[in-house]
DNA sequence: CAGATTGTTCATAAAATAATGAACAGCCAG
DNA sequence: CTGGCTGTTCATTATTTTATGAACAATCTG
């Protein structure tokens, strides 16, 4: 396993980075991902320092991420104490792992503070209650919308 | 034009700073919208500066992203020399806007990668060419994958 | 045209985010 | 139990991102 990133890995990384960018995720998500997702065998967390010349702490860090939404899988080395990770490699199960972990509490925080604003609302007596309310009521119509579409885009993926 | 956020205001500006947090858009352009998307009145620059308590430059700068993708329009102000504002209240608009210039640039270099990618791995000879040839095919089928979910999205939001 | 008024730009400052690495906790092997 | 690995945490440092505000350009107004 040689320690520098051939000019072929760098540019796989390069588009993970930008996708972990994308993702409101910090770079070294992507960089672990993108040499995990090009690398043959199972990788520990020391073989990725010195693959992608990151620290320890931002290693573990990292695949701590990973792991949270289903974007890596710990593998099993005999004679190895050390953990070993790979990309998984279906999109399905990275993109609904994402939503359900990254994306859907804010829909629901966001649900919550709707209700509140609601409420609000209600004790609020201007001459413009009637527009404000209407673009509530707008408001709370896409955060529906939203939610309705995230397991749409889940089983979009499906065959891969 | 009172020159403070009510605590409703605040709270819908909250949701909409959140929004802008998700989509990597700076703070400021979630506030602006915010502010918009209840005032029954256009506002101007001066209005949105005062109201916020952001700077001019902040405040020029924010509603040129927001403008850029369409989520604010243009009113003309009889007697007035200043610029005025609104949010633009379809989701649809503001969907497809987005997709078309924060989305589409960043699938569309990244397609230009991939292709970049298959033929450095057209040089490569290592004994892991197969493995690596599927995953870069994967990736490419990713690719277009989220490239067919766009415009769906875009639909997805109709009657908004 | 001269003087205001309005909006933009951009160098700099401030704030937020991510990376580092040393300290630590757990665990196995002898 | 002791010593050596392995991985995690977290206070600090570095980097990146965002906000600021003064200088500027453009546009009206009288």
């Known amino acids: 396993m ?22 409101s995720l910090p770079r070294s998500v992507g960089e672990l991902y993108g040499v995990l997702f090009i690398s043959p065998q199972p990788m520990c967390i020391d073989d990725l320092m010195r693959k992608l010349k990151i620290s320890k702490g931002s290693t573990s860090q990292g695949l ?5 939404f289903g974007a890596v899988n710990s593998v099993y080395v005999a004679g190895d104490r050390r953990d070993f990770f790979t990309a998984e490699a279906e999109l399905r199960r990275i993109v609904s792992g994402f939503v359900n972990e990254q994306v859907r509490p804010h829909l629901d925080s966001g649900q919550a503070r709707i209700a509140r604003i609601t409420s609000l609302l209600e004790e609020d007596s201007s001459e413009n209650k009637e527009f404000i309310a209407e673009r509530i009521e707008r408001l709370q119509g896409w955060q529906k919308r939203a939610g309705a579409l995230l397991p749409f885009a889940s089983n979009f993926m499906k065959p891969d």
Not at 2 to 23: N, T, W
């Open 2 to 23: 040689q320690s520098a990133l051939s000019e072929l890995e760098k540019e796989v990384v390069d588009v993970f980075v930008r996708i972990a960018g994308a993702l």
């Open 64 to 68: 701590k991420i990973l792991r949270s």
